[in-house]
């Protein structure tokens, strides 16, 4: 049957509405794609700025809780980082801020600040299907609480019945000086030191067991001069105090030059505050003495500023120690402030105040 010049055109007309139909379509699928791009990937990105907002505002609540700043500056603190690093954003508010145990730092417990935040994004292409904006809410969590665990502190542990009496009192206050005495005769006698030198990285674990065996030290003194130069590569020790103690081998010997490195080490930070580890009393948990050396238990930290070191007649002069031998040396530290350092929050003993920070989530 032949097709009439009528019937070809009507086949024409046919497929012409086919092709509108399809452009119809494929314009769909592109409003879909820009809305897509344009709207959720700005929503997208206005999260990841919120996101970094919320974590730098809770970090400041928990960093002004933790040196005793108290609950209402503690909010001021995260509101203002809020509203700094959402300057190009619409208005940003902070919806949320829960910060418990904000006004007591007397308690050795692991605390929390949490802050969330809520702000509007406006839509472009989307407002053609009817959508005109969202609401972008973001939540962030920090913890404080006592430093159990401190990277890279003063290889030098405290004995905790001699830092008691350099503490400041009300906290905040400037401490006495105090002094800080080693007889290096006989480095594995508690009763001859109030302070060790701690070994690297051999003796230093970073976790129990209790207590440490000392039986290996293969860097000795070398260790110990690599870490006061910096001459430690990628070794980063971390040093826990939990509590219950986690015990740290001392250095066996101590050489003229290893000394004379600690005692330069020493008066270049002086005025520097250093976090010191804390050694408990033998009487409560008593050192270890190996066939390596003495492992001593550490039960926490210090922050105290350097005031002065010496070794020899001048230790006994400054220091008032009456060991008579060249192999004395000492230290004069002082407490300042409450001290926020880069290390691991928890709950434990603690001895001026020394909090971290970190954020949960």
């Keep these: 049957m032949r097709m009439s010049w009528l019937d070809l055109r009507r086949r024409r007309d046919d497929e012409e509405g086919a092709v509108v139909m399809i452009v119809a379509i494929c314009m769909i699928v592109l409003l879909g794609m820009l809305v897509l791009v344009v709207d959720l990937g700005r929503v997208v990105a206005v999260r990841r700025d919120m996101v970094n907002a919320s974590d730098s505002a809770v970090l400041a609540a928990a960093q002004t809780c933790a040196r005793g700043g108290g609950s209402g500056a503690a909010r001021t603190a995260a509101d203002t980082l809020i509203d700094e690093n959402t300057t190009n954003l619409n208005p940003t508010t902070m919806t949320g801020f829960n910060a418990p145990e904000c006004d007591s730092l007397d308690n050795t417990d692991l605390k929390f600040v949490t802050v969330t ?20 809410n973001t939540a962030a969590e920090a913890a404080w609480g006592p430093a159990i665990g401190v990277s890279n502190p003063a290889p030098l542990r405290l004995l905790s019945s001699a830092v ?18 080693f007889d290096n005769t006989d480095q594995n006698s508690q009763s001859s030191s109030q302070w060790g030198i701690l070994n690297f990285p051999e003796g230093w674990p970073t976790a129990p067991p209790n207590p440490m065996e000392c039986e290996s030290q293969a860097g000795g003194a070398n260790d110990v001069i690599d870490y006061l130069s910096g001459a430690v590569g990628d070794f980063t020790p971390v040093l826990w105090a939990l509590p219950a103690p986690v015990y740290v081998c001392a250095e066996g010997g101590l050489s003229a030059n290893t000394m004379n490195w600690m005692i330069d080490w020493l008066i270049a930070n002086i005025g520097n505050p250093l976090i010191f580890p804390v050694m408990a009393d033998p009487a409560q948990w008593p050192p270890v003495l190996t066939s390596g050396g003495e492992s001593y238990p550490i039960i926490g930290f210090v922050s105290l500023s350097v005031m002065g070191a010496w070794r020899g007649q001048q230790a006994r002069d400054n220091c008032e120690f009456e060991a008579n031998n060249a192999s004395v040396f000492c230290i004069q530290l002082r407490h300042d402030e409450v001290v926020i350092v880069p290390g691991v929050p928890g709950s434990g003993a603690y001895y001026d105040q020394t909090q971290a920070i970190r954020l949960v989530e």
């Design 117 to 136: 935040s809520q702000t509007r994004v406006d839509y472009f292409f989307a407002q053609i299907f009817g959508l005109e904006s969202t609401k972008v």
């Design 164 to 181: 008691n009496g350099c503490l400041a009192q009300p906290v905040g206050d400037t401490g006495p000086e105090c002094a800080f005495g």
